[in-house]
Every structure is written in structure tokens, then in C-alpha cells.
Nanobody, 127 residues
Framework: QVELEESGGGLVQAGESLRVSCATPERTFNTYVMGWFRQAPRKEREFVAA????????YYANPVKSRFIISRDNAKRTVYLQMNSLKPEDTAVYYC????????????????????WGQGTQVTVSS
């Protein structure tokens, strides 16, 4: 299990930007695929984005493609999700996750690909 802690959530207006972060003390952080998922009220948890162990490859769900950017800093053991042009439908609890499986296509990522999860951070976008 990898200890993960998210931060940076908050309340923003539609069209604004927000960056959430996820940090870990895990020394082998640079060997994990890192992902972000989100869960809105009364909805299932859904994949948002993932990044390969070295940051060279990024994967995005269609609803956030071209608006969100996932990145990582292995020296800081931190993964980021930059969210731009936010919409009310982006409102959710955002979860950071660590796993070992890297998929070929963004559509293939599922929650079971990730073995460790953070507690989540709330992102609320007002209209």
C-alpha cells in the first residue's frame, strides 16, 4: 500500500482553473503509474487521467481531454492534475491512485488497475 494525500481542492466558478496535488512519502513512487479518479454524488467513481511512471505518457477520459493536464514530479513524489475551463459537471471528490498497470488506451483504465488510494479532495464548480 502506498500512502497518498490529496490537496488543493476548493470552490471555483465555471471557466476558472484549479490544480490538485497528491503527495506520498513512498520512495518507490517513480515506479508507479499514477491516476486521478472522481466521484460525483449518486454516481460511480470514474477515471479522469493517468500518467506513466516517468511522466512520458498521459491518458485522459474524453470529458476532460484538452482541459485537464496530469503531470508528476518524481523528485517531489507528487502528481498533479491541472484543471482548466472547469464546468459544473466537473464537481466531484477527486481521488489520487497508485498502480502498476499501464494501459494502451485511456478507455481501458478502471479503478481495479490501482491498488492504493487517497482520501479524496472536494472540487466544486459553481455556474
Amino acid at each position: 500500500q502506498v500512502e497518498l494525500e490529496e490537496s488543493g481542492g476548493g470552490l471555483v466558478q465555471a471557466g476558472e482553473s484549479l490544480r490538485v496535488s497528491c503527495a506520498t512519502p513512498e520512495r518507490t513512487f517513480n515506479t508507479y503509474v499514477m491516476g486521478w479518479f472522481r466521484q460525483a454524488p449518486r454516481k460511480e467513481r470514474e477515471f479522469v487521467a493517468a500518467v506513466s511512471w516517468n511522466g512520458a505518457s498521459a491518458y485522459y477520459a474524453n470529458p476532460v481531454k484538452s482541459r485537464f493536464i496530469i503531470s508528476r514530479d518524481n523528485a517531489k513524489r507528487t502528481v498533479y492534475l491541472q484543471m482548466n475551463s472547469l464546468k459544473p459537471e466537473d464537481t466531484a471528490v477527486y481521488y489520487c491512485a497508485a498502480g502498476r498497470r499501464e494501459r494502451i488506451d485511456s478507455d481501458e483504465y478502471v479503478a481495479s488497475d490501482f491498488s492504493s488510494w487517497g482520501q479524496g479532495t472536494q472540487v466544486t464548480v459553481s455556474s
